[in-house]
């Protein structure tokens, strides 16, 4: 075996030579394999689209405004949420970003049917939500999947009125309202994610009617989850 390799290099003084430059070429065509592309930056654009489920407050002062017993409160609903946003500025690990966002919600509280002979006292009512908001937010993360927390000021309007009963003005107001919240965005495709959204809305009191007292100052939470499109 010594005498072959002894003749091997022998015939081939140039193997010795050779076999490190080999190995440098064999390393330097693996490295573009196995190197990573940095994470893409948050894109320019966004558009969301969630189903919602608000949870309306249960307010003995509330119910008070619109001649309702508490337990005639609706508290659980359905809803839309959908959003845009830009993303202009980058910061360091900070996005920063502007857009806005429609969310509207409906809940209707039914009365149990009662047995034959009893009167039925409870009446059947339905809570509105509407409203429409320009959203600052702060993103961290990359292309792949971020998360944020962002904030809105703008009016929203309220509604809480038993279904045999027509409107009254208070029901029609304007009530100024702040949002606030956060989420996130998970890309299972290069165009196409899963998001969440949890949001609460700090609606202003409302004016008083005739004999009743004005609505409370209240919180609305509504949780959203759908799609984002980039």
Known sequence: ?????????????????????????????????????????????????????????????????????????????????????????RWRALTFGVGGEFASTLARKVPAALPAGQEQTLRETEERFRSISPQLSFNFGTGHGWSYI????????????????PPI???????????????ARWFMKSHLAFSFDVRFYAINPGA???DLPGSPRTTLMIIGAGVSVK
């Open 169 to 183: 003005p208070g029901d029609s107001d304007k009530l100024k309202t702040l949002n606030y919240g956060g989420g």
């Open 1 to 89: 075996m010594r005498a072959f390799y002894a003749a091997y290099n022998t015939r081939c003084p140039m193997t010795r030579a050779t076999t490190p430059l080999l190995f440098l070429v064999l390393f330097a065509a693996a490295v573009p394999t196995y190197a990573q592309e940095p994470p893409p930056r948050i894109p320019w654009f966004v558009v969301d689209t969630h189903a919602t489920v608000p949870r309306f407050p249960g307010n003995p002062l509330l119910a008070a405004s619109r001649d309702l017993m508490l337990s005639e409160l609706p508290r659980r609903g359905w809803g839309v949420q959908v959003g845009a946003t830009v993303y202009p500025v």
């Open 150 to 165: 962002s904030a809105g000021l703008a009016n929203a309007t309220w509604s809480l009125v038993p279904v045999d009963r």
């Open 208 to 210: 008083p009617y005739l």
